[in-house]
């Protein structure tokens, strides 16, 4: 059984106080990186049910976790998601709770989001060109999207970010678009360099620019690193001092991506991931149903956290047993 002081942490001394939990496999885009021809219905549309990850949450943050990001898929099409929101926020432990969106339904339901205890939003935004977002999303929703950035950045969150892949169709133009938009914003724009999934081998072929294209164009133009803090992403962001938001790079081929690693995550069925390009995971679904099952549900994690690898190995082009991203949220 698991000691009552227990704590998420690996082989390799990593501590765990980040959980991805992913609440839904659907997504109503068809991002050219992702999910192309859109989603596929691949089995039974069993994800876990609010009740099931209420526990989940509460095991997790009995093992240390802090934040809890909720994902997809896009986690938008669940209409139960104000309510995930709420319980997630109101389980002791919990400090932040964010969420990852498309933007699709953000101008409709932010407010009553951050009203069930959001505080952390990540909005993705591949282009800031309308015929491009259409190109690459497969939606002409761009002014939507951006509305409910607007009116997320007017609303008392803690942060509001806007994800970005980095494509090689993207480089024509430089990146002074998105620092002319966050000139004024209080936005951190992080650009995430394209990852090979089993799905996009000819695709990242195609795209795939590394991220030191993005840091030099960054410190030529007068913009510095800063220190990560402790729950942060994986990102190094840059700041300058004329703007109001930050730059950030997310360098998953980088050197030393993964010593920080502070992050788990969770799939829609309840399987605990182990990374997010290894082989399988743990099932955790079948100690999800009572509310007696909580310290063994800890144990299995524990346990299970013993065998995280130290890194990934997309660097040998072995993305492990994931078709897309839309599987586990990224």
Same mark, same amino acid.
């Given at each position: 059984?698991?000691?009552?002081?227990?704590?998420?942490?690996?082989?390799?001394?990593?501590?765990?106080?980040? /959980?991805?939990?992913?609440?839904?496999?659907? =997504?109503?885009?068809? =991002?050219?990186?992702?999910?192309?021809?859109?989603?596929?219905?691949?089995?039974?549309?069993?994800?876990?049910?609010?009740?099931?990850?209420?526990?989940?949450?509460?095991?997790?943050?009995?093992?240390?976790?802090?934040?809890?990001?909720?994902?997809?898929?896009?986690?938008?099409?669940?209409?139960? @998601?104000? #309510?995930?929101? !709420?319980?997630?926020? !109101?389980?002791?432990?919990?400090?932040?709770?964010?969420?990852?969106?498309?933007?699709?339904?953000?101008?409709?339901?932010?407010?009553?989001?951050?009203?069930?205890?959001?505080?952390?939003?990540?909005?993705?935004?591949?282009?800031?060109?309308?015929?491009?977002?259409?190109?690459?999303?497969?939606?002409?929703?761009?002014?939507?999207?951006?509305?409910?950035?607007?009116?997320?950045?007017?609303?008392? /969150?803690?942060?509001?970010?806007?994800? +970005?892949? @980095?494509?090689?169709?993207?480089?024509?133009?430089?990146?002074?678009?998105?620092?002319?938009?966050?000139?004024?914003?209080?936005?951190?724009?992080?650009?995430?360099?394209?990852?090979?999934?089993?799905?996009?081998?000819?695709?990242?072929?195609?795209?795939?620019?590394?991220?030191?294209?993005?840091? #030099?164009?960054?410190?030529?133009?007068?913009?510095?690193?800063?220190?990560?803090?402790?729950?942060?992403?994986?990102?190094?962001?840059?700041?300058?001092?004329?703007?109001?938001?930050?730059?950030?790079?997310? +360098?998953?081929?980088?050197?030393?991506?993964?010593?920080? =690693?502070?992050? @788990?995550?969770?799939?829609?069925?309840?399987?605990?991931? @182990?990374?997010?390009?290894?082989?399988?995971?743990?099932?955790?679904?079948?100690?999800?149903?009572?509310?007696?099952?909580?310290?063994?549900?800890?144990?299995?994690?524990?346990?299970?956290?013993?065998?995280?690898?130290?890194?990934?190995?997309?660097?040998?082009?072995?993305?492990?047993?994931?078709?897309? /991203?839309? #599987?586990?949220?990224?």
């Amino acid at each position: 059984m698991t000691h009552p002081g227990a704590v998420a942490t690996d082989a390799f001394g990593r501590r765990f106080s980040y /959980l991805r939990l992913s609440v839904t496999e659907v =997504c109503n885009f068809r =991002c050219t990186y992702c999910l192309p021809d859109g989603y596929r219905k691949t089995g039974s549309m069993d994800f876990l049910a609010a009740d099931e990850i209420e526990r989940l949450v509460r095991a997790f943050t009995g093992l240390g976790i802090r934040k809890v990001r909720l994902t997809g898929g896009e986690p938008t099409v669940r209409k139960d @998601l104000t #309510q995930l929101i !709420a319980r997630i926020s !109101a389980t002791p432990g919990v400090e932040k709770v964010a969420l990852t969106t498309n933007g699709w339904n953000l101008p409709r339901h932010i407010d009553e989001w951050v009203g069930a205890g959001l505080t952390n939003l990540n909005v993705s935004i591949d282009s800031l060109d309308r015929e491009a977002f259409h190109r690459i999303t497969g939606h002409d929703r761009l002014a939507d999207v951006l509305a409910g950035l607007e009116r997320a950045l007017s609303l008392p /969150l803690k942060t509001v970010k806007v994800n +970005a892949v @980095l494509l090689r169709d993207g480089l024509e133009e430089d990146f002074s678009s998105w620092t002319e938009f966050v000139r004024e914003r209080p936005v951190s724009v992080r650009f995430i360099e394209l990852m090979r999934t089993g799905d996009n081998k000819m695709f990242f072929e195609a795209q795939h620019v590394s991220g030191r294209i993005l840091r #030099q164009w960054l410190e030529d133009n007068g913009w510095t690193a800063k220190a990560r803090g402790e729950d942060d992403g994986p990102a190094t962001e840059f700041t300058h001092p004329g703007y109001a938001g930050r730059i950030g790079l997310i +360098a998953p081929y980088g050197p030393g991506f993964c010593d920080g =690693c502070n992050r @788990l995550r969770v799939t829609a069925r309840g399987q605990l991931r @182990l990374c997010l390009f290894g082989q399988g995971g743990r099932d955790l679904r079948d100690l999800l149903g009572s509310d007696d099952s909580t310290q063994v549900l800890k144990s299995r994690i524990v346990e299970a956290l013993t065998f995280k690898p130290a890194a990934h190995n997309l660097h040998t082009a072995n993305p492990g047993d994931i078709r897309n /991203l839309a #599987q586990t949220g990224g």
